[in-house]
């Protein structure tokens, strides 16, 4: 796997549609790193999910919030920032789904922070300055 060292970021505003921009944006940084497809894909998906979370749950669907996303390969790891300015929801509150239960009652939706945490190597968040950032980490 490559060791290459450098920063990007990217500002959308709070549309779904938006979603398809961050994971070319994540694929692209993620691809210079040196992560296999399968690999790429997962980050891809965790991504996804903080975003849609911040679209959903902060931003409670208003299409005209700014998202930012930083991400840096840098010291051996792939750290992704997400930011906004939403409501403050803390994800470390979050308590593990029973799959099994989830299953059998074929719920939709509700898992992203299951997957966000199953994907990454460290799932951070943080509320500073009326700033949500949740910060996603893969090692490489």
């Known amino acids: 796997m490559s060791t290459k060292n450098f920063k990007n970021e990217i500002t959308i505003t709070s549309k779904t549609e938006n ?10 940084i993620a691809e210079t790193c040196g992560f296999t497809k399968e690999e790429i894909g997962k980050i891809i998906l965790a991504v996804d999910e903080a975003t849609t979370n911040v679209i959903k749950h902060a931003y409670h669907y208003a299409d005209d919030k700014e998202i930012n996303i930083k991400a840096s390969c840098e010291k051996g790891k792939f750290s992704i920032i997400i930011s906004d300015e939403g409501s403050v929801f803390d994800p470390n509150k979050v308590p593990l789904p029973d799959l099994k239960e989830y299953h059998k009652q074929k719920k939709v939706g509700g898992l992203g922070m299951f997957l966000m945490r199953k994907l990454m190597d460290d799932v951070k968040y943080e509320h500073f300055a009326n ?3 949740v910060t996603l980490v893969k090692y490489i």
């Open 19 to 28: 979603l398809s921009q961050v994971r070319d944006f994540i694929k692209s």
């Open 131 to 133: 700033r949500n950032k």
